[in-house]
Nanobody, 121 residues
Framework: QVQLVESGGGLVQAGGSLRLSCAAS????????MGWFRQAPGKEREFAAA????????YYADSVKGRFTISRDNAKNTVYLQMNSLKPEDTAVYYC??????????????WGKGTLVTVSS
C-alpha cells in the first residue's frame, strides 16, 4: 500500500514558478514509476509528467515540455514537479500518481488527493 500526499500548490502570477512535492508512505516507493496529472475546471484529467523508478528517464506532455521538470528522491520517498514560466492555462488541481507499470491514467495504482495551482494573468 502506498499513500501519496501532495503539497506546494498555491496562487502565482503568470511567468512565476512553483514546486510541487509528493510524499509517499511505505517502503516500496522505488518500485513505482511516478507521475503528475492535472485537471483543470470543466476538463478531463490529463497527463503532465512522469519519471521511472530510477529517475533516469522522464516524460512530459507537450504542453509542459521545457517549462516543467519532474524529479524524485527515493531516499526521501518524494517526487517533485518544478514548474517554471507558468501560464494561466496551467491552472488546475495537480495529482501525484504511482504506477508499477506505465504511467497512464488507466494504469495508476495509487493517486494522491491533489493540490490546487492557480495562475493569475
Amino acid at each position: 500500500q502506498v499513500q501519496l500526499v501532495e503539497s506546494g500548490g498555491g496562487l502565482v502570477q503568470a511567468g512565476g514558478s512553483l514546486r510541487l512535492s509528493c510524499a509517499a508512505s511505505g517502503r516500496t516507493f522505488s518500485n513505482y514509476a511516478m507521475g503528475w496529472f492535472r485537471q483543470a475546471p470543466g476538463k478531463e484529467r490529463e497527463f503532465a509528467a512522469a519519471i521511472i523508478w530510477s529517475g533516469s528517464v522522464t516524460y512530459y506532455a507537450d504542453s509542459v515540455k521545457g517549462r516543467f521538470t519532474i524529479s524524485r528522491d527515493n531516499a526521501k520517498n518524494t517526487v517533485y514537479l518544478q514548474m517554471n514560466s507558468l501560464k494561466p492555462e496551467d491552472t488546475a488541481v495537480y495529482y501525484c500518481a504511482a504506477a508499477r507499470g506505465v504511467v497512464v491514467a488507466g494504469s495508476i495504482d495509487y493517486w494522491g488527493k491533489g493540490t490546487l495551482v492557480t495562475v493569475s494573468s
